[in-house]
């Protein structure tokens, strides 16, 4: 991966507070140790949500590596819609996941136990981690 798509990915994970575009959860970008020992986690737990560059439209379907087509997703959320035989549009996949979200059938519920997730509608009443 070029310098440039590593550069747009930081600049989306920014943005994007750090958290994944489909699931909303809190990702690593560079210190899987710290993140999982901030969390008291396994370092394979944690890989899930390692930051990766999702293309919303993939290359293969000539998707380009510029900053409206690169968002920042965790690593779980990423591969899962590419395992697809027939991937969704990133509404539809963003849209699904919430809707799994909400219903703690995404992630694993270590994810939901940390409050790494919160439901939108709890927004106002419990409080996230912040990595």
């Known amino acids: 991966m070029s310098n440039s798509v590593h550069r747009i990915r930081e600049k989306a994970?920014?943005?994007?507070?750090?958290?994944?575009?489909?699931?909303?959860?809190?990702?690593?970008?560079?210190?899987?140790a710290a993140y999982a020992k901030n969390l008291d986690l396994t370092l394979a737990q944690v890989a899930r949500l390692q930051c990766t560059t999702e293309h919303l439209t993939p290359k293969s379907d000539g998707g380009g590596n510029s900053k409206g087509n690169i968002v920042a997703a965790c690593r779980f959320c990423n591969q899962t819609r590419h395992r697809r035989k027939v991937i969704p549009s990133p509404e539809d996949y963003r849209a699904s996941i919430q809707r799994r979200m909400i219903k703690r059938r995404w992630h694993q519920s270590w994810v939901f136990v940390l409050g790494l997730y919160a439901n939108p509608s709890e927004v106002g009443t419990k409080h996230r981690i912040r990595i």
């Open 13 to 32: 994970y920014k943005r994007q507070a750090g958290r994944c575009f489909y699931c909303d959860c809190p990702m690593w970008l560079c210190n899987a």
